[in-house]
């Protein structure tokens, strides 16, 4: 799918922008020399490995949660994403992120099984990737500049955030089903994907390595839904793609 394709392509982009910060010609002009940089870094380049907890509160999933054995905590996934933020002063960061979270779980009816007494199963995939600018306020100053030629990190900063974009989704259940008119039970795919504007929150703490290495603990809180593809899901809300996440980040200044 066109969508997919759009995705796993703006990873790859994430990805190769880490490898060409690797090499030695990224830092060129922003050497250091013990604690401090010869100048205020402009940007910071972020990869982060986390946890998502979708909330998951809308009637597609009341179904799968009544209906079938499926439980939330099937639909928690591993998160990975990266960012790019621009310093606006030491105190606020604005910047450009992306994340991949997916979960998939069996899943079988709860009161039936089939003619041999063996469960009726399906797997239950859920996907959000969202795309988002973000601003992020730090409560204290991230360094302090000393002359004209010289930048000193301070050795932690907590700090908060707001911001939104856009959301892709995911939702697909493969496997096998019952007919209620006749009780068979026959094997298919259901999927509903699509876009949604979403938005978030965020806290956390980011401590400097060095003055161009930091790593950060952040927690995320992101609302929004969708509207569920026709005729597949016709009968349903749209599908909540709120849900908190964790991450710890790992960044390069420059």
Do not use: C
């Amino acid at each position: 799918m066109t969508s997919r394709k759009n995705i796993f392509f703006l990873g790859a982009l994430v990805a190769l922008g880490f490898g060409m910060l690797g090499t030695p010609k990224a830092v060129e002009g922003q050497e250091y020399l013990g604690d401090f940089l010869f100048h205020q870094p402009k940007a910071t380049l972020s990869f982060n490995l986390g946890f998502g907890l979708p909330t998951a509160g809308s009637t597609v999933f009341d179904e799968a949660f009544t209906e079938f054995t499926l439980d939330k905590s099937d639909l928690y996934g591993f998160l990975i994403g990266g960012g790019l933020s621009f310093f606006v002063n030491d105190r606020l960061d604005l910047g450009i992120e992306f994340s991949y979270t997916s979960s998939s779980s069996w899943a079988e009816y709860v009161d039936y099984v089939d003619n041999d007494d063996l469960p009726i199963e399906h797997e239950t995939r859920f996907t959000r990737v969202p795309l988002t600018l973000t601003a992020k306020y730090f409560l204290k100053d991230r360094g302090r500049t000393i002359g004209s030629l010289s930048w000193i990190p301070t050795n932690w900063a907590p700090y908060i955030g707001v911001g939104g974009g856009r959301t892709y989704y995911e939702y697909e259940e493969v496997g096998d089903w019952i007919d209620f008119v006749d009780f068979s039970v026959y094997s298919s795919s259901y999927i509903s994907e699509g876009w949604a504007w979403t938005g978030h929150v965020l806290g956390g703490v980011q401590w400097s390595l060095s003055p161009q290495w930091v790593i950060s603990a952040e927690g995320r809180y992101s609302i929004g839904n969708a509207e569920m593809d026709r005729p597949a899901y016709k009968d349903y809300d749209p599908i909540d793609l709120s849900g908190f996440n964790g991450s710890i980040g790992f960044g390069i200044r420059f």
